[in-house]
């Protein structure tokens, strides 16, 4: 492997795994936080029917945000995978390397640009 390579890796893997360590830090935070506004909640007075919508809806979007971000760590960690299996930056459609600033801009992307806009076209006209 040249130098400039060995650099690139590194260079990623770091972006990577700084992005891993973000993501968990954040799932942790919101799932502590979770464990404590459980607890609040039942110390909390009776509430009414709005009140309860209210909750739900907040809870509803706490938990969409949490799956977000737990999507969001499984693809930083199926990028860390492929670099240890020396597959990391190639496209999974056509091999092609994909280029670097995209890989800078979305660390954890699989497909380069070409095959990126197929897939995305494929799917807008189902």
């Known amino acids: 492997m040249r130098k400039i390579e060995k650099t690139r ?17 954040r799932i942790f935070e919101e799932m502590g936080s ?9 110390n909390q007075a009776p509430m009414d029917s709005g009140d309860l919508s209210t909750l739900d809806f907040q809870q509803s979007m706490e938990n969409t945000l949490l799956s977000h971000e737990t999507e969001h760590l499984n693809r930083v960690n199926s990028a860390l995978d492929r670099l240890k299996q020396g597959t990391y930056g190639v496209c999974l459609n056509c091999g092609k390397e994909i280029n670097l600033v995209r890989l800078q801009a979305v660390p954890f992307v699989e497909y380069c640009v070409s095959c990126q806009g197929k897939k995305e076209s494929a799917v807008a006209t189902e």
Not at 34 to 42: G, T
Request: hydrophobic share 35%; glycine share 0%.
């Open 9 to 25: 890796k590194a260079k990623l893997k770091s972006m990577l795994v700084a992005m891993r360590d973000d993501i968990t830090k």
């Open 34 to 42: 979770k464990k404590d506004e459980l607890s609040d909640d039942r």
